[in-house]
């Protein structure tokens, strides 16, 4: 089982410029969340979708938009890249309790 | 805000030796869990507590749970290098997202 898998790994930004990252789970997994991780801050929560079709806030939502292509599929986009949004971002499925993350992307805004 | 704080931010000790991290939270919970990090990977489930349970243990990991002050404390015995990671509590209420603490960096020399 691939489990969750992120991509792209890295990626570097110009401000202003846009993306999309993409997530994938091959678990039937209801819940899927977005997270970033900065220094020092732990994990802090984007967006998250309970279920297919339902998607709501977290604690720092501003600058990204998600859409819930499908059950297995989770994507998040910056419209607008800022180098306030330099972060490592992490995608997570979960059932009932335990959570399982992908890998982590990488991403520079400059 | 993040719900559960981690104590200490970092830990440094010799193999064999017992590492004890904290975690406190804010509000009630339904269940506590706590996570691994290696440096650049994603988090890796260790162990759910529910709110129910006082103590719980696995492996070399014991984990325990006070909810009337809200905290919660990992040990791992005879810890090992390859233990060597940052180790984060993850409260859930239910059905919502899981919440994250800052982490403790723990370091294990051999």
């Known amino acids: 089982n691939a489990g969750v898998t992120q991509t792209p790994k890295f990626q570097v930004l110009k401000t202003g410029q846009s993306m999309t990252l993409q997530c994938a789970q091959d678990m039937n997994h209801n819940s899927m969340y977005w997270y970033r991780q900065d220094p020092g801050m732990g994990l802090r929560l984007i967006y998250y979708s309970a279920s297919e079709g339902t998607t709501d806030k977290g604690e720092v939502p501003n600058g990204y938009n998600v859409s819930r292509l499908n059950k297995r599929e989770f994507s998040l986009r910056l419209e607008s890249a800022a180098p306030s949004q330099t972060s490592v971002y992490f995608c997570?499925?979960?059932?009932?309790?335990?959570?399982?993350f992908g890998q982590g992307t990488r991403l520079t805004v400059v | 805000s993040q719900q559960g704080e981690e104590d200490p931010q970092a830990l440094s000790i010799q193999e064999g030796e017992n590492a004890t991290m904290n975690c406190s939270y804010k509000t009630s919970i339904n269940n506590l869990q706590w996570y691994r990090q290696n440096s650049g990977r994603g988090l890796v489930h260790l162990i759910l507590i529910r709110s129910n349970e006082r103590e719980k243990h696995s492996g070399r990991l014991r984990v325990t749970l006070d909810t009337s002050k809200k905290s919660s404390s990992l040990l791992i015995t005879a810890s090992r290098a390859a233990d060597t990671a940052s180790y984060f509590c993850?409260?859930?209420?239910?059905?919502?997202?899981?919440?994250f603490g800052k982490g403790t960096r723990l370091s294990v020399i051999a």
């Open positions: 997570a499925s979960r059932l009932n309790t335990e959570a399982f």
């Open positions: 993850a409260t859930d209420a239910g059905n919502t997202p899981l919440v």
